[in-house]
């Protein structure tokens, strides 16, 4: 299952899972959209049972724990480098 995260057109940010019909959520922050579409896909799931097909069952837990670092160090990344260029 893959999510999708991209900036939102009104500020913040969109997340969306292609598999998954109608399963969006959005977020101030791509932390935020992260964990909303964790529950999100959770919620999908609870209301139609097998709606995944054979797929295995995600680890929300962990890939949101990665997926948030990954943000989180990206966007501290994209400081350095933009306080490097303003020669900060």
């Known amino acids: 299952m893959i999510v999708t995260l991209e900036p939102g057109d009104k ?9 998954l019909p109608d399963c969006h959520s959005r977020g101030e922050t791509e932390v935020e959209a ?8 959770e919620s999908y799931k609870a209301a139609r049972p097998g709606a995944d097909g ?6 929300v ?18 400081n350095e480098e933009a306080k490097a260029a303003l020669g900060l």
């Open 11 to 19: 500020g913040g940010f969109h997340a969306w899972v292609l598999e």
């Open 34 to 41: 992260l964990r909303n579409i964790a529950e999100a896909i």
């Open 61 to 78: 837990d962990e890939w949101l724990a990665a997926e948030s670092d990954k943000a989180l160090h990206d966007r501290r990344r994209s």
């Open 54 to 59: 054979d797929q295995p069952e995600p680890e």
